[in-house]
């Protein structure tokens, strides 16, 4: 039997990322939801993307190395503690 995906508001109970689209797609207006969902032109790259993240699976190593995390990374020659970059881009700041 195939799972149903959680059709709910609430984000925190979805389980996967197809949960959390079907819950966007409820809370979001369409023009949003379609600009988040969508890809250019004619979304070969999109398409693409899924197709090869749909093909890895997970390998969970349960306590492997379970000292303390360092996320540290060189960034443009600075060293940076936790290494998150967001670009700039106009309609993200709507979101």
Aim: with cysteine; hydrophobic share 40%.
């Amino acid at each position: 039997m195939k799972r149903r995906h959680y059709g709910g508001g609430d984000f925190r109970r979805a389980i996967t990322i197809e949960d959390l689209r079907h819950v966007a797609r409820r809370r979001l207006p369409n023009f949003s939801f379609e600009y988040l969902e969508g890809g250019a032109e004619d979304e070969v790259a999109l398409r693409r993307n899924r197709d090869v993240f749909e093909r890895i699976a997970w390998l969970p190593r349960t306590l492997a190395g379970v000292g303390a995390p360092d996320l540290a990374t060189d960034l443009l020659g600075e060293s940076c503690h936790l290494p998150l970059v967001i670009a700039p881009t106009g309609f993200n700041g709507m979101l």
